[in-house]
């Protein structure tokens, strides 16, 4: 089960390693948009050169987090200070801040999205249909590119359906695994 960049990174171990994977859930997932200019505004602007030292300052990066929070809850209600603060205290840590903007400035792919196709386990795709981060017509270019591949849509939902709709999503994979 891989979601956003974790699904990027199933994918392709899906792909290279095909006999230790007997299904693959992929959940909002990277591996068609991992070019820098097909990410996400946000992840493309703390990527750029120098917005590690910008990240280092606490009240731009906890208004940074707050941001990226609003872009991938589709309800705002559930980007609360608490919530913030919980997503804040990893990048808090010396030096993350320069390793994500590291992260995000490289243009590393995996191989995708041309392994995609060479995934042969049975696959779930679920998608959001309030995804701001990752189109919901990058799950039907995973079903068109997975032979065993069928899509699961969660509604009222953004980028990170494990948050915003757990139940809906538990449920999905209890079906399927």
Same mark, same amino acid.
């Given at each position: 089960? /891989?979601?956003?960049?974790?699904?990027?990174?199933?994918?392709?171990?899906?792909? !290279?390693? +095909?006999?230790? *994977?007997?299904?693959?859930?992929?959940? %909002?997932? !990277?591996?068609?948009?991992? =070019?820098?200019?097909?990410? #996400? $505004?946000?992840?493309?602007?703390?990527?750029?050169?120098?917005?590690?030292?910008?990240?280092?300052?606490?009240?731009?990066?906890?208004?940074?987090?707050?941001?990226?929070?609003?872009?991938?809850?589709?309800? %705002?209600?559930?980007?609360?200070?608490?919530?913030?603060?919980?997503?804040? !205290?990893?990048?808090?840590? #010396? /030096?993350?801040?320069?390793?994500?903007?590291?992260?995000?400035?490289?243009?590393?792919?995996? /191989?995708?999205?041309?392994?995609?196709?060479?995934?042969?386990?049975?696959?779930? *795709?679920? $998608?959001?249909?309030?995804? =701001? $981060?990752? #189109?919901? !017509?990058?799950? %039907?270019?995973?079903?068109?590119?997975? +032979?065993?591949?069928?899509?699961?849509?969660?509604?009222?939902? /953004?980028?990170?359906?494990?948050?915003?709709? #757990?139940?809906?999503?538990?449920?999905?994979?209890?079906?399927?695994?």
């Amino acid at each position: 089960v /891989g979601h956003s960049l974790g699904g990027a990174v199933a994918s392709a171990f899906a792909a !290279a390693e +095909p006999h230790r *994977v007997a299904r693959l859930v992929l959940i %909002d997932s !990277a591996g068609f948009n991992l =070019e820098p200019e097909d990410r #996400p $505004w946000l992840l493309r602007v703390a990527g750029s050169p120098g917005a590690s030292a910008v990240l280092e300052n606490l009240p731009v990066r906890r208004r940074v987090v707050a941001l990226g929070l609003r872009q991938v809850f589709h309800d %705002d209600g559930r980007v609360t200070p608490e919530r913030v603060e919980e997503y804040l !205290a990893p990048l808090a840590r #010396p /030096g993350a801040a320069r390793f994500l903007s590291r992260l995000l400035g490289q243009a590393t792919a995996m /191989g995708l999205p041309e392994a995609i196709g060479r995934v042969r386990a049975p696959t779930l *795709v679920v $998608w959001c249909a309030q995804d =701001e $981060w990752v #189109p919901i !017509a990058d799950a %039907d270019r995973f079903v068109a590119a997975i +032979p065993a591949a069928r899509k699961a849509v969660i509604e009222a939902c /953004g980028h990170v359906p494990q948050e915003e709709r #757990p139940q809906e999503l538990v449920a999905l994979l209890r079906e399927f695994l």
